[in-house]
C-alpha cells in the first residue's frame, strides 16, 4: 500500500523539467509572438490559466485570439442564472476585454461534449486556426495534467490542438500547453496581477466571491522556484 501511495505521489507531483533561468527565458520568448492563439475548453479557462501572459502579450502589441469550444452550460450556477450558456458568455466577453484580446471565438459545442464531439470541435479549431495563422497557440495539457483537477473538456481539447499541431509540417507555431504538472517555460505576471484578478472576477457565475484567496494562492504555488513572482507555467512541446 505505501509503495502504490509512493508512486502516485510522484505521478502527480509538479516537476519544473528546466532550470528558473531556462524557463524565465522560454517565458520571455513566447512573449515575442506577434500572433497568438490561445484555446480553451469553457469559459473562464482562459483566464485561470492564462489570463496573465495573455494580457503581457496583448500589451506588447501582440494580437491575441481567444477560443472558447464549448458553452459550459453544466458548470456551477452561483448566480442562479436562467440562461447559463448565455451568460457565461457575456461573462467571457468581459474577460476578454480586461486581457486586451483583439479576437473572441465561441464554438458552441456542449459542455462534456468535446470528446463525444472530436471531430466537429477539431473542424472548428482547425477553421480558425487557419483564419487567425498563429505563431503561438496556448491550451491545455492532454499528456500531463495537473492533478488534482482533471475534466475530459480539458484533456480532450488539449489533445485535438495538439494532434493537430503535430500533423503540420515544419515550421510549425510554437505550442504552449498549461494546466500541467511538468512545465518549462515560466511568465513573470507579477505586474499584471491585478487585471487577472479582474478578468477572473468578471465569471461570478462560476466563482462568486472567491476569487482573490483562490487564484493568488493559485499563481504563488507554481511561482515557488521564483522567489516573490507570480508565474503562469507552460509545458512548450519541442517535437
Given at each position: 500500500?505505501?509503495?502504490?501511495?509512493?508512486?502516485?505521489?510522484?505521478?502527480?507531483?509538479s516537476?519544473l523539467?528546466?532550470?528558473p533561468?531556462?524557463?524565465?527565458?522560454s517565458?520571455?520568448?513566447?512573449l515575442?509572438?506577434?500572433?497568438?492563439?490561445?484555446?480553451?475548453?469553457?469559459?473562464?479557462?482562459?483566464?485561470?490559466?492564462?489570463?496573465?501572459?495573455?494580457?503581457?502579450?496583448?500589451?506588447?502589441?501582440?494580437?491575441?485570439?481567444?477560443?472558447?469550444v464549448?458553452?459550459?452550460?453544466?458548470?456551477?450556477?452561483?448566480?442562479?442564472?436562467?440562461?447559463?450558456?448565455?451568460?457565461?458568455?457575456?461573462?467571457?466577453?468581459?474577460?476578454?476585454?480586461?486581457?486586451?484580446?483583439?479576437?473572441?471565438?465561441?464554438?458552441?459545442?456542449?459542455?462534456?461534449?468535446?470528446?463525444?464531439?472530436?471531430?466537429?470541435?477539431?473542424?472548428?479549431?482547425?477553421?480558425?486556426?487557419?483564419?487567425?495563422?498563429?505563431?503561438?497557440?496556448?491550451?491545455?495539457?492532454?499528456?500531463?495534467?495537473r492533478?488534482?483537477?482533471?475534466?475530459?473538456?480539458?484533456?480532450?481539447t488539449?489533445?485535438?490542438?495538439?494532434?493537430?499541431?503535430?500533423?503540420?509540417?515544419?515550421p510549425?507555431?510554437?505550442?504552449?500547453?498549461?494546466?500541467?504538472?511538468r512545465?518549462?517555460?515560466?511568465?513573470?505576471?507579477?505586474?499584471?496581477?491585478?487585471?487577472?484578478?479582474?478578468?477572473?472576477?468578471?465569471?461570478r457565475?462560476?466563482?462568486?466571491?472567491?476569487?482573490?484567496?483562490?487564484?493568488r494562492?493559485?499563481?504563488?504555488?507554481?511561482?515557488?522556484?521564483?522567489?516573490?513572482?507570480?508565474?503562469?507555467?507552460?509545458?512548450?512541446?519541442?517535437?
Amino acid at each position: 500500500m505505501g509503495i502504490a501511495l509512493a508512486g502516485l505521489y510522484a505521478f502527480g507531483k509538479s516537476e519544473l523539467t528546466a532550470t528558473p533561468e531556462e524557463a524565465e527565458q522560454s517565458g520571455e520568448a513566447l512573449l515575442t509572438a506577434r500572433n497568438v492563439l490561445a484555446i480553451g475548453a469553457h469559459p473562464d479557462d482562459l483566464d485561470w490559466y492564462a489570463a496573465g501572459t495573455l494580457r503581457r502579450l496583448s500589451d506588447s502589441g501582440a494580437r491575441v485570439t481567444m477560443v472558447i469550444v464549448t458553452d459550459g452550460e453544466k458548470g456551477p450556477n452561483r448566480i442562479g442564472s436562467q440562461n447559463l450558456a448565455k451568460t457565461r458568455r457575456a461573462e467571457q466577453e468581459e474577460a476578454a476585454r480586461v486581457v486586451g484580446a483583439q479576437r473572441l471565438e465561441f464554438l458552441n459545442m456542449p459542455d462534456r461534449g468535446v470528446q463525444r464531439y472530436h471531430r466537429r470541435v477539431l473542424e472548428k479549431i482547425v477553421a480558425v486556426w487557419r483564419d487567425v495563422k498563429p505563431d503561438a497557440v496556448l491550451t491545455f495539457d492532454p499528456v500531463w495534467p495537473r492533478p488534482p483537477y482533471f475534466h475530459l473538456d480539458h484533456e480532450g481539447t488539449g489533445k485535438i490542438v495538439r494532434r493537430y499541431w503535430l500533423s503540420l509540417p515544419q515550421p510549425r507555431p510554437r505550442l504552449f500547453l498549461f494546466h500541467t504538472r511538468r512545465p518549462n517555460t515560466a511568465v513573470d505576471v507579477t505586474e499584471v496581477a491585478e487585471i487577472k484578478q479582474q478578468a477572473l472576477a468578471a465569471h461570478r457565475s462560476q466563482v462568486g466571491d472567491r476569487i482573490g484567496r483562490r487564484n493568488r494562492g493559485f499563481m504563488r504555488a507554481d511561482g515557488r522556484p521564483f522567489g516573490d513572482k507570480l508565474m503562469e507555467m507552460y509545458r512548450e512541446e519541442r517535437r
